[in-house]
């Protein structure tokens, strides 16, 4: 069973910082594109960056909010992913789901192009900033 | 970056009831859109991708369609496990953006 379990959660003072930890089983984790949404309580949903395989680069990228804040890695032989978080701020204050990207493909006027969706998520983790 | 607007922002429906959620990309986007239910407290779960393919175990009565700029979803007739709120997320590019959120509830 594609399962993802995220940890790491936790009450943080503005500021200070928090590794979160995805755990990964059921599918071959090295191969997969992740990424990480928040959810602020009673808001919907917001992307937060992905990170590439390391066929594919392990490249990261990440929504406006976090960049230069927050750094998502990986360690394919613990089939795990992580979300580093500092200078923490009280709006980041959210659960924190893991998902895997799927890849998609397809022609259109003879351009082929990739698309990208999260299929399998994890039940999240909820981090709160406050002080 | 993408912005995608969602109506309407809540819906009030029955059981047995057509149900149809529109999405509303800020520039073209293909057909790569993703339809996502979540119920409170539960992760998202994927329902459509690419505008209009239906996630494996998906019942029929869900469908999507669309391109461009303007996409929908249509549940055919409304069960009560349906009862949730309902977001669009563009799949053309990084940083990936998601609608508003539709909430369906019951009338």
């Known amino acids: 069973e594609v399962q993802l379990v995220e940890s790491g959660g936790g009450l943080v003072k503005p500021g200070g910082s928090l590794k979160l930890s995805c755990a990964a089983s059921g599918f071959t984790f090295s191969n997969a594109w992740m990424s990480w949404v928040r959810q602020a309580p009673g808001k919907g949903l917001e992307w937060v960056g992905r990170?590439?395989?390391?066929?594919?680069?392990?490249?990261?990228d990440y929504a406006a909010p976090v960049k230069g804040r927050f750094t998502i890695s990986r360690d394919d032989s613990k089939n795990t992913l992580y979300l580093q978080m500092n200078s923490l701020k009280t709006e980041d204050t959210a659960v924190y789901y893991c998902?895997?990207?799927?890849?998609?493909?397809?022609?259109?006027?003879?351009?082929?192009?990739?698309?990208?969706?999260?299929?399998?998520w994890g039940k999240g983790t909820t981090v709160t900033v406050s002080s | 970056d993408i912005q995608m607007t969602q109506s309407p922002s809540s819906v009030s429906a029955s059981v047995g009831d057509r149900v149809t959620i529109t999405c509303r990309a800020s520039?073209?986007?293909?057909?790569?859109l993703a339809w996502y239910q979540q119920k409170p407290g539960k992760a998202p779960k994927l329902l459509i991708y690419a505008a209009s393919s239906l996630q494996s175990g998906v019942p029929s009565r869900f469908s999507g369609s669309g391109s461009g700029t303007d996409f929908t979803l249509t549940i055919s007739s409304l069960q009560p496990e349906d009862f949730a709120t309902y977001y669009c997320q563009q799949a053309d590019s990084f940083p990936l953006t998601f609608g508003g959120g539709t909430k369906v509830e019951i009338k």
């Open positions: 990170i590439k395989s390391e066929t594919d680069g392990e490249t990261t």
């Open positions: 998902a895997t990207v799927a890849r998609g493909s397809g022609w259109i006027s003879l351009h082929y192009y990739y698309y990208y969706y999260m299929d399998v």
């Open positions: 520039q073209g986007i293909s057909r790569w």
